[in-house]
């Protein structure tokens, strides 16, 4: 009987216990001390509470109240505001108070991807070497001293709304240690740029393939090509769909961001699907947008690096499958607001699938996101990329956009890698010379060319560049994809 009424009593005491924590005010883990709000946008606050309840949210001078749903949910947005350097405090109150300090108002960007968007700062003591004759920077994780850069690590082990608001850190010492290198530099060079706070969310999972970041429902679909032939379905050998969107992506929305940083694709390029992954990449960029309720949000990716593909020992590839991993996330671009680097330049071995210089990859998307979604268009952002060709006796003549301020080559050596065909289609290595703001491109072997192909092997690492050291971006003429996406 005494065990009885014991056991009663302990189960009302765990009921009320329960009930009263579900019906306190509690925030999303993203949101939380040392956060940095977006500026120029409306911002969302968001969380959970009991049925009906009242909740206002004070920032700023901002006054905001609504009231919980049916379910327990609430959002407020508050009013856009300027970047601010102050350090100020939110408070969110309903039956119970939550006040969050020391917040900035700046720009902020989620970067995600595989290991080398997770490559963390810890890793980056063992690249301390010339980048290709360029001298690297000092080591930040004994000197980086910046509280207007502050961090949020996404771990895999993402927990729901509670009480407690541990927040973001200040890049400074030991959070910097596990936070994405490309992030910390994009944010450390766009930070010299703008001269305003930068909040950085990283969300990577290493070996990821793209699949478990979108939307499970979103993969049910198998597109139609512009040729009328239809894809087999997205889902299908999905490689976990939506298993690391439902715990890490999906608890940031609605959070405020400017844009999106994307670096993946080695885990799907070993599957020789190339275009298959253009649609999902595609899909991914749309789905995101659209949960941020953004359809302009900028998306900025970086082209996976030279590697050996074609010497995969558990599935044969050929030394092409790599380039046309590229083209196929080049296709990409056809979205607004898009925009990629080229990393070809930043392998000292394609035998390594994690290549270092982290930081010249996060400065690279700096100078995108400065010319595209800032507007310093005096910014040289893009190598050379291919426009158009044009046949002229026995030789082809290449056109490029983003030349910057000229062609060049690297070490100041003939061109490397080009390549050209006659109508029966074989390529051979060609001779490259800039002329111009043009490349003329030739061989003996091949007295009547018909396409040019630059770049166009796994390991391929050339020497062409503009006057600003940015890569060219590999190429071929006869590219066959474009029509079909």
């Not at 009987?1 to 999303?28: A, E, G």
Request: positive net charge; glycine residues 6%; contains cysteine.
């Amino acid at each position: 009987m005494c065990f009885k009424k014991l056991t009663f009593l302990s189960l009302s005491v765990l009921f009320l216990l329960s009930s009263n924590i579900y019906s306190q005010v509690t925030l999303p883990k993203i949101l939380g001390h040392n956060m940095v709000l977006q500026q120029k946008k409306k911002v969302a606050i968001w969380g959970t509470a009991a049925s009906g309840e009242k909740i206002t949210v004070t920032f700023a001078g901002q006054n905001k109240t609504t009231v919980a749903d049916t379910a327990g949910k609430w959002i407020v947005k508050l009013s856009p505001m300027k970047a601010s350097f102050t350090p100020r405090e939110m408070t969110i109150k309903g039956s119970n108070t939550i006040v969050l300090k020391n917040i900035l108002v700046g720009e902020v960007w989620l970067c995600s991807g595989q290991s080398n968007m997770e490559y963390a700062m810890r890793k980056y003591s063992k690249f301390q070497t010339a980048v290709k004759g360029n001298k690297p920077p000092e080591d930040d994780l004994n000197t980086a001293n910046n509280p207007n850069i502050r961090i949020f690590l996404d771990r895999r082990k993402y927990m729901e709304p509670s009480p407690e608001h541990l927040g973001w850190d200040s890049a400074i010492g030991r959070p910097l240690v596990d936070f994405s290198a490309v992030g910390y530099y994009f944010a450390k060079d766009l930070y010299a740029k703008l001269h305003v706070p930068i909040g950085m969310i990283s969300a990577a999972v290493p070996g990821s393939r793209i699949e478990p970041w979108i939307q499970a429902s979103k993969m049910e679909v198998a597109p139609k090509m512009k040729n009328g032939k239809t894809l087999e379905k997205l889902s299908v050998n999905d490689g976990g769909s939506g298993k690391f969107y439902d715990t890490m992506i999906q608890p940031l929305i609605p959070f405020t961001l400017k844009g999106m940083l994307w670096y993946q694709g080695e885990s799907n390029c070993f599957l020789n699907e190339n275009i298959r992954y253009a649609y999902k990449l595609k899909i991914l960029i749309e789905s995101w947008r659209t949960d941020w309720n953004d359809q302009k949000m900028s998306f900025y990716f970086v082209q996976i690096a030279p590697y050996n593909y074609s010497a995969s020992k558990d599935r044969p590839l050929s030394n092409e499958n790599l380039p046309e991993f590229w083209e196929a996330q080049r296709l990409a671009l056809h979205l607004k607001n898009t925009n990629t680097i080229v990393i070809t330049d930043l392998v000292d071995s394609i035998a390594d699938l994690h290549p270092g210089y982290k930081w010249e990859v996060g400065r690279r998307l700096s100078l995108v996101a400065a010319n595209k979604a800032y507007g310093q268009k005096n910014i040289v952002y893009s190598g050379p990329v291919y426009q158009k060709m044009k046949i002229v006796n026995n030789t082809i003549e290449v056109s490029f956009s983003n030349v910057g301020s000229g062609l060049a080559s690297r070490n100041g050596k003939p061109l490397t890698w080009f390549s050209i065909a006659g109508t029966d289609g074989k390529f051979v290595l060609a001779k490259a010379e800039i002329v111009g703001n043009k490349v003329i491109v030739a061989a003996p072997e091949v007295p009547h060319p018909v396409s040019v192909r630059f770049g166009w092997n796994d390991a391929a690492q050339s020497n062409f560049i503009n006057k600003e050291g940015l890569p060219a971006t590999p190429f071929r003429s006869d590219n066959p994809w474009y029509k079909l996406f």
